[in-house]
């Protein structure tokens, strides 16, 4: 069985310059946790996931942290606490504030699939890599995504539910 025959055809893509706030809400809205982003062409650029956005806050929020650490006086737990809600909002607006692509790790290595690929193909890059979900390229251009759902859903021998079907 191939690729095309399990993954979902009417794909949820983020446009990379939008800003993750819109972003966010476009998951939140669609109840998916990570979507392809595409370019103003619509070739992928990478795989935007709700744990970016976490993980990119909580990266400002410990280099500001550590930063005023080694950098101010003994300040008294009020204090201390009040700073760091005001440096954790900072983050979150910042972060909010930026583009789709400024989240995307530097470091991501896109794993992909073609139409054609195995459904097996498929389960071994998932369980391989640990990712939650895979573009389906034709050329550098997302056809249609595949998750550990769709896998789940096909090893069953159950059709997804209706609003997860393409």
Known sequence: MSVNNVMTKDVLC?????D???AWMILMEADVSGAPVVDSTGA?????????IFRTIMDRVRKARTLR???SQEQDPVAAEREAQREFSLAVRAVTDS????????????ISLSPEDSFERALHLIAEHGVNRLPVLKGNHVVGIIT?????????????PQEHQS
């Open 14 to 18: 983020i446009p990379a310059e939008e």
């Open 69 to 71: 650490e080694s950098t």
């Open 99 to 110: 583009k789709v692509t400024m989240i995307l790790p530097k470091d991501q290595k896109i």
């Open 148 to 160: 550990r759902q769709d896998i789940i859903w096909q090893i069953a021998g159950r059709p997804p």
């Open 20 to 22: 993750v706030k819109d």
């Open 44 to 52: 992928l650029v990478g795989i935007m996931s709700t744990t970016d």
